[in-house]
């Protein structure tokens, strides 16, 4: 063996020096990293704690469960007993918002986006037009702008009163459709006591719906006859819905008989064994979670060979279900409760909803319907639970929101399209498909797949530009927000919950858009 | 006999059958650059065309024009007794009686195989979807790869995926079809399974238009080769002709480069 050799064989045996190992340095940044953090949450907590003690300022949650004294211009209670509840109208607000701006701007920004493309020269022009507009113009100024044209365009609220009887209208139809600058306002069904009965019969209804267009179109596809099958299935289940408005009331006993049982049951549920439980369930899915990880890694030379990650995040499974454990157990034995009462008054209030009691058909209607009521002259008038209102505020938020989304949607929706290849539109042309057809089966199915992820962040910032609502008193959870901290002067807890929430919606977001970016993958091999 | 003159250069047996497709002094430009320069030639019912000629001489651009791919400027060209004009009607028409079959083969990567194939007998000829889904089984039945039915185009072989394709055109029931380089996106061991099949639908008398390079298919299944260079014909004959006794300059040069 040569002196070469020999060197290298030493080399390669060698232990490093421990700062050259690259397993002990893994480990050291880990620990070193974990370390920082906890200390920089710790710090930052302990001076904010400190300056706010020293400007004596108040902190807790107990504005939670006092009357704000306030009024919210809309929402599902305009006159919240509880700062909580002031904020959940808020909360729901905003969500009402979101999810309607997220339904009408994909549409919209779909239809715009392929209008750009459109080969009619005064089409394309105006898509683009509309983009560029909209999407080179401040949200802020979109919704500014349409707050005060609504009220310059229509008529004033009150405007007209009656000289006689005093009595407030507002055109053009009185009682029935208002028009003003504080908003529209149209008669509102809404649910009334026998509605949940109504829905068993509905449910049977569309079993049995299904059942029926599933045969008429195995008929069909058996003889080649149009069937209607989906026609027929509505069909019945309008049959069912009709019928279900008169006897709905033997559906009465559903309450008592079914959910008032469970109530009880979970009622008398000792809190102990459910702190055992749901401890026990935090190991078992911390167990579950690793088997699963180790399996993932298993090589069929057999057990799997980890690396320290996978040991740090194996380990860190295990510390993460023993500190659930002790929180449960130990830390916080309320959590077990309040899982006890919650779901308790979640059967309770099924219970009542589909209860007796609201036995006769003629008091207690599936539907009833509520008009327009216009009393107080200078105050929108349809605050509450009367018509359905499109608010100023609502209307301005709203229509800021779609319009400079769809926008972007729009472009993102063009390159979409464009992302597909050529190739795609001649094979279709080449079987015979009509440009809808080749849009609908072909191209947008495609296209979808590419502005998927860029779409999910589009619903993301529309959903957190709601939040400018607060520039024209529209009652998100913002406005709200901002009004009981003025009140209550709890700032830090209001940003909180603001925080939570937001982060709440954009998980469920997220959640959502990633399900259908996995479901819709294109299979490869 | 003229040999540049490709509507003559047929046998007397094909001689005697109805055009099925009649094209007439066909231009196309592209800007400044005229791809095509008055094309003519009328192809025989249940005749095979094959399209010969070096890259860019136009042989695709001819017959992507057959089916409206491409719209050509000038001349006329006649499928099945139907002009090719603006018209829609006309288009959708010839569109539904001519399958086209592309060197990317183009299948729809969303779509499995079955779906593929069913698309537009479903949505065209508004066939029941189980018919449409039966008949898609036939077919790949057909091209010889039946197992394959229920997969996505991205877990296919080239092959594979050429004779999907070939399937979903054969789905619209057509009279003609034409094939694109078919075989030139394809490795050498998966380019003999297409031409098996593009043989097997020769002999079941489909009128064919085949742009290839595949000199062994042209000179076994052709009818009639046609040579073009610089978007014109240059010489037109049976394949017994055209590669034993080529007239024109121009194709022996092309044969001695290929041969």
Redo the contacts between chains.
Sequence with gaps: MTDTQTSLHRAATEKPPFYRDATVVKWLVQITTLAVTLFAIAFLVREAGDSLQAKSIQTGFGFLEVDPAISLGEGIDTDPATGGRALWVGMVNTIRMAAAGIFLATILGTLIGIGRLSSNWLVAKLASGFIEYMRNIPLLVHIILFFVTIAVVFPDFGENVDPITGEVSQGPWNGVFHVSNKGFSVPRVHIDNGFYQWLIIVAIGSVLGRWVSKRRQALQDRTGQETYPVLSALGVIAVFAAVGWFIHPIFGFVGDAIFAPIRDLIDGTPQGPVQILLSVAAGVVAALWIRRFLAARRTPGGAAKLTDDDWFRVIFAGIAATIACVVILVLWPGLSSWLINSSRDFFDVLANKFGDGRGSVGDDPPFSVSMPDIEKRGNFANMGPSGLNLTQGFAAVFFGVVLYTAAFIAEIVRGGILAVPKGQTEAAEAIGLRRSTMLRRVILPQAFRVSLPPLGNQYLNLTKNTSLAIAVGYTDVVQVGQTIFNQTGRSLEVFIIWMLFYLACSLTISVVVNFFNVRLKIVER | MSFSDATAAVSDELAARDDIIVCDGIDKWYGDFQALKGVSANIKEQEVVVVLGPSGSGKSTWIRCI???EQHQSGRIIVDGVELTNDTRNI?KI??E???V?Q?F?????LSVVDNIS??PI??RK?????AERQARELLERVGIPEQAE??P??LSGGQQQRV?IA??L??EPRIMLFDEPTSALDPEMIKEVLDVMKELALGGMTMMVVTHEMGFAREVADRIIFMESGEIVEAGTPEHFFTNPQEDRTKLFLSQIL
Excluded: I, T, Y
């Excluded at chain 2, 183009?106 to 969303?110: E, M, R, V």
């Design positions: 089916n409206r791919l959708e569109r539904s001519v399958g086209m592309f990317q183009n299948l729809f990567p969303h698309l537009a949505w065209v066939r029941p979807r189980a018919e997969k996505f991205g877990q394709a979903r055109a789905a619209m």
